[in-house]
């Protein structure tokens, strides 16, 4: 099974501040397939990105990823409001899937 | 538009039985992967098992192996997560989700999610 590291796991930042999460996984994940989810209180998860560094339909530019093998970010240019959440990435290169812990990224 | 909508809160007894639904529109049901993820109080995301409808091919996570059922009815586009013996660790949020990606299982991204079961177990 694929373990996946979040760091840091709390992000303190201000609006139009620059966020940038890391994910690092046990072992090396084929042809990119790593997504990131936000995760609004008492919402659903909301896809963001896949395959390292595609935006789902109707993400804003300001995310980005990037990443392959074993280490993959997402940033998240200048922090509006909303983005204010915990975020989630998830490999579905092999089951079992897995996700990380999570990066809460709070209001400084 | 693709929507998922989930059956609603549930209050259980340690033991008792429980199947939870999640209606699916705006896509072909059958030609989807639907999974099922768990979220415990205050925690991270578990994924459970995932459906094919289309065939009934169920896989599950080994650390829900033998703990619940997955099962899908296509003729009212709905997938179901059950339990037979509810136990207090099983309260948790639990979400289904659409998967879809251009490669075969299990290279597929949870892209839709339903807005989640709240289900508590307390005697």
């Known amino acids: 099974e694929i373990v996946l590291t979040q760091s840091p796991g709390t992000l303190s930042l201000s609006p139009g501040e620059r966020a940038t999460l890391s994910c690092r996984a046990s072992?090396?994940?084929?042809?990119?397939?790593l997504a990131w989810y936000q995760q609004k209180p008492h919402q659903a998860p909301r896809l963001l990105i896949y395959?390292?560094?595609s935006r789902a339909t109707g993400i804003p530019d300001r995310f980005s990823g990037i990443g392959s093998g074993t280490d993959f970010t997402l940033t998240i240019s200048r922090l509006e409001p909303e983005d204010f959440a915990v975020y989630y990435c998830?490999?579905?290169?092999?089951?079992?899937?897995?996700f990380g812990q999570g990066t809460t990224v709070e209001v400084k | 538009e693709v929507q998922l909508v989930q059956s609603g809160a549930e209050v259980k007894k340690p033991g008792e039985s429980l199947k939870i639904s999640c209606k699916t529109s705006?896509?072909?049901?059958?030609?989807?992967?639907i999974a099922w993820v768990r979220q415990m109080p205050g925690k991270g995301l578990e994924w459970m098992g995932v459906?094919?409808?289309?065939?009934?091919?169920?896989r599950y996570s080994p650390s829900f192996q033998g703990q619940v059922t997955i099962s899908a009815d296509t003729s009212i586009r709905t997938a179901y997560l059950q339990w037979s013996n509810l136990q207090a660790s099983d309260t948790a949020m639990y979400y289904c989700?659409?998967?879809?990606?251009?490669?075969?299982?299990?290279?597929?991204?949870?892209?839709?999610w339903g807005q989640g079961t709240l289900v508590t177990v307390s005697s």
């Open positions: 989700a659409r998967l879809t990606g251009s490669g075969s299982y299990p290279n597929k991204k949870f892209d839709s």
């Open positions: 705006g896509y072909t049901f059958s030609n989807s992967w």
């Open positions: 459906i094919y409808p289309g065939d009934s091919d169920t």
């Open positions: 072992q090396s994940v084929s042809s990119s397939y």
């Open positions: 395959d390292a560094s």
């Open positions: 998830q490999q579905y290169d092999s089951s079992p899937w897995s």
